[in-house]
């Protein structure tokens, strides 16, 4: 089974659309909203974790698409700057998934994209914005 976390990005055209239905009845897929900024009439985002088989995955993102919204992966969505990032930890005890925790040896924060899932409460823990959110 393959699993892969997405963001899809509404807009206000296109957010009455039973999207995720769709995706659950045509491509025989899986979903775990892992958050969701949904209102009527405005744009917005939600975070699925999808799970199915690979062709019914790339053909519901495909139609996704279709349909106007905007597919990206969660990794694009949820960053870490490096270069910012002073490894003081403060995100790692923020983090419900574990997707920052400190590398053994080194001392320094990791960032795992595939375990994120997109809460951003790392954003606002982290004292010198070294997490960002890419808002593409």
Do not use: W
């Not at 519901?60 to 990794?75: A, D, H, N």
């Not at 574990?98 to 997109?118: H, I, Q, T, Y």
């Amino acid at each position: 089974m393959y699993s892969r976390k997405v963001v899809i990005r509404y807009t206000a055209d296109n957010v009455e659309q039973p999207i995720i239905c769709h995706l659950v009845k045509q491509y025989d897929l899986e979903f775990n909203i892992l958050k969701a900024r949904i209102f009527p009439r405005r744009d917005g985002m939600i975070v699925l974790e999808l799970r199915g088989a690979k062709e019914n995955f790339d053909e519901g993102i495909q139609f996704l698409r279709e349909k106007g919204l905007k597919v990206e992966p969660l990794s694009k969505s949820v960053n870490q700057n490096r270069d910012r990032c002073v490894h003081c930890g403060a995100c790692t005890s923020f983090c419900p998934t574990g997707a920052l925790a400190f590398e053994a040896g080194s001392a320094k924060v990791a960032f795992d994209a595939e375990k994120c899932n997109g809460c951003e409460l790392c954003v606002s823990a982290c004292p010198v914005r070294a997490m960002e959110v890419d808002l593409l």
